[in-house]
């Protein structure tokens, strides 16, 4: 990799390392003191941020492809040994979507990702937001999405009883409005649920 090939690929890791998220998967999996003595026998490539961080300084990735390629078998290994559904599996999905969201800001390994303005969606948020919406019960959201309608139709379109928002194409203004009315009822919905139970 040439200078600008390794920047970049340390800023996707260190963007990666600073998720909250991301505890599980910085250094190599401690089996033995986990108690998880099949772990070696069912993964076969073991890998970790930190052995990504490492092989980056010494120079064995020649190109930007075997880094991704490590990357994603880090998730590939927590889905494999760990049960479908669990918080770590949770947590892998995470990160691979925050890792697919820096590459779609960033599609080309040689332009170096540039200091953000105030005025930019960090892709952090941008991946918490959708895990937000995703979690959103239905009524909520039918509130929501009439008055989203309305302030940045552009961003959302309506098919049928769905609807389908379209997250890396919001500015600022549309993105702050949807998200500051998913804590209103957030916020409505734990009132009442404080109201109910005297707490």
């Not at 800023?11 to 599980?24: D, F, N, Q, R, T």
């Not at 916020?187 to 139970?197: D, L, S």
Request: glycine share 4%; net charge positive; with cysteine.
């Amino acid at each position: 990799m040439d200078e600008n090939m390794v920047e970049y690929s340390n800023i996707l890791i260190k963007s990666l390392e600073e998720c909250e998220e991301a505890g599980s998967f910085l250094e190599p999996v401690d089996y033995k003191t986990l108690g998880l003595f099949d772990y070696p026998r069912i993964i076969k490539h073991p890998m970790d941020l930190s052995t990504c961080k490492k092989k980056l300084k010494k120079g064995k990735y020649n190109n930007i492809e075997k880094l991704l390629k490590d990357i994603s078998q880090i998730w590939e290994n927590c889905r494999i040994y760990n049960q479908p559904g669990s918080l770590i599996v949770q947590q892998a999905d995470f990160m691979e979507e925050f890792q697919k969201m820096f590459l779609l800001e960033s599609p080309l390994p040689t332009r170096i990702p540039q200091k953000r303005s105030r005025e930019e969606i960090t892709f952090e948020k941008k991946i918490y937001f959708t895990e937000k919406v995703r979690k959103t019960p239905l009524d909520m959201l039918i509130k929501i999405f009439g008055v989203v309608e309305n302030k940045c139709k552009s961003n959302v379109e309506k098919i049928r009883e769905y609807f389908r928002m379209w997250v890396d194409k919001m500015d600022k203004t549309a993105f702050e409005t949807i998200e500051n009315l998913l804590n209103q009822e957030a916020a409505k919905k734990e009132k009442k649920i404080v109201e109910a139970t005297g707490k």
